[in-house]
């Protein structure tokens, strides 16, 4: 957990995650994926608390992908906490959710989200559509140095 990390995966779907992961390997997108399964986890990790403790919380990720309907903490009160502390504000959040819901897209867009992406159906299209992110938000996105 020294190194960088260039995405952080917040998934409970087994699944999802095993396909994300491996359409960003396949595509050589990236190189150090960090897989978290609850919101829970997910905070204590990004804000260096419990069990990760000794992790330095200014290794931000590059970018999470983060699921909205998570066991423990929600998504959205994950995003809320990653948009309200100063410390994690600029990380990149996209959402990638299964909720089509005007309610949810409409809460993720005022809390800050990047993006809001609802997971294509099929594995084919959800393949194309995680390499597409990781294109966009690991190549051509011009993240903001410290």
């Known amino acids: 957990m020294h190194g960088v ?3 952080l995966l917040i998934e409970d779907n087994p699944s999802d995650a095993k396909l994300t992961i491996r359409a960003l390997q396949k595509n050589h997108l990236c190189n150090n994926i960090t897989h978290l399964t609850d919101g829970a986890e997910a905070l204590d990790f990004v804000f260096a608390r419990g069990k990760y403790s000794e992790r330095d919380v200014a290794n931000k990720p590059r970018v999470i992908l983060l699921d909205l309907k998570m066991p423990k903490v929600s998504g959205l009160e994950v ?3 990653l948009k309200s502390d ?3 504000r600029t990380i990149p959040v996209i959402v990638m959710t299964s909720s ?3 309610a949810d897209i409409s809460a993720c867009y005022k809390m ?3 993006s809001y992406v609802v997971k294509p159906v099929g594995f084919d299209n959800f393949s194309k559509a995680v390499i597409e992110l990781g294109m966009y938000w690991m190549l051509i996105n ?3 140095k410290a």
């Open 5 to 7: 990390i260039e995405i």
């Open 142 to 144: 011009q993240e903001q």
């Open 100 to 102: 089509k819901e005007d």
């Open 86 to 88: 100063e410390r994690t």
């Open 79 to 81: 995003l809320q906490e």
């Open 112 to 114: 800050g989200v990047n």
